[in-house]
């Protein structure tokens, strides 16, 4: 509905600073943020006796939306308190609810709705329309009370020094009062009280975080459910978080859920954050939608943390989720340089045709790991294979009941076996001893083979060549840049073993891979390197690529 953020162009003003007063005018960025957090199905049907009814249709506001909340993870300084200010006065008295189909001279008209501003808005035919909540119950939200002071203080003046301050005039008490009962409120996580209220609209602020030890987890569990029986959403800001943290913005941006807005917009991978020319490129990329930002000052901010927290620096300014200590590929953009996923000027991405052949990795588990296959051609480009009507060959225990479901693996195996020319499947055999065998007799002995990660020596062998590929610029490997390896492979670090002697008589720790914390996975990670160890041997053994690779481009 693009009545929503004409309506805040219209109503709001910048809250602070020299232009104080002056309309607020939504950046590039956080005008396609607001458009999309309201953009309408186009299938939405607007039954207005589902107000007074709400048992005649699930949701009736909400489901109109293609999103059921969104998150917006941005740099620090690059505006985001602003822009919840201005979505909160939206919903609490703006167009913030579909109102049906335009169908030719229709108008949005402020005096129909209590503002005597004078504004309006004409629709186009087809456009969706909007209209206010009956009575809007809003909650602004931090898991502290300075950081929810920091939202509602930028709200307060967008409302007094504006057109919204005739509607909303009383706003200078511990809550804001709202026409038709309506209000705004502060909440933190000690807010026992107020948890599971109803709402309409969930501002959530720096919910990178919000953490089980500090209540952030059930706050955010305790606000969907107040959302959910009122047809509400929530909207997510934050910096980009730190991996270790299992924060309520990392889930978010993991859950495969397809009705989130995510927007975090982060600089090419393969700028590096410890060289000032670098990071000023990354400045410039990071605030361009925020042309109120001078990068010079953010320069000399980042600079002083960089000399005892260069980590907390990179996420802060630079938007990176940056690998925790020990982290096994240190140098990601190395590992983003050998995508084809045609992000970042990288070359498209590639579709391997039937009957090219391959070879697998498989990490298996039975309850609480994921379990995850990859594939690789001979001519080793790495990526997920999918079965059945396009589901990836990934299985997470809380999407199956607790546990891996193990006839699906088997038969997501059976169709790549079918689909492609298996040669090797390298398979970790702990929890999948007879699954193996049964494949093996079904597929070959020498096809479906049993390789243990838990054997030191073969297990930091195949990683240590696996890890030299990535960061070899002039390796044969690429990969299909799927997010979900990378986030395996950025979680990955590195547990001492042993300490041995080389060839040359040199030196040589050993090592294994583990997880940080027990949500970070590395499932894939491990997939991966037995899939290119597969590949390796065969070429070892005499296979070979077909000299025209099977690819189509797309």
Sequence with gaps: MMVAPAWIEAHCVIPDMTHQGDPFLLGSEQLLFVANHYDVKPKARFDPLAEFDLSRRQNPRASAFVYRRSQLVRSQKWGKSPLIGGMTCLEGVGPALFGGWAEGGEAYDCIEHGCGCGWGYEYETGEPMGRPWPTALIQITATTEDQADNTYDALRPMIELGPLAALIPKTGEEFLRLPNGGRVDKVTSKANSRLGQRVTFVPQDETGLWTASNGGHNLAKKQRQGLAGMGGRAMETTNAWSPADDSVAQRTYESPAKDINRDFRQPPSNLDFSSKRDRRKIFIFNYKGAPWVDVNDIEGQAAEMMEKDPADAERFFGNRIVAGDGAWLKDLAKWDAKALDGLDDRPAPIKVAPRTKLCLGMDGSDNEDFTGIRAETLDQHQFTPTYLDGRKTLWRPSEWNGRIPRAEVRSAFQSIATEFQVIRAYCDPQFWETEIDEL???????????????????????????????????????????????????????????????AEGQPVRQYILGKPEEHQKIDYTMSSVLAHEATLDALAAGEQAQEDPLYIYY
């Design 440 to 502: 093996a007799a079904e597929f070959g002995i020498k096809i479906f083979v049993k390789w243990p990660t838990n054997r030191p020596l073969p297990m930091f062998n195949a990683l240590e060549r696996y890890r030299t590929d990535v960061y070899n610029p002039d390796s044969r490997l690429t990969h299909d840049g799927d997010p979900e390896v990378r986030q395996h492979h950025q979680n990955a670090v590195m547990r001492m073993r042993a300490v041995t002697k080389n």
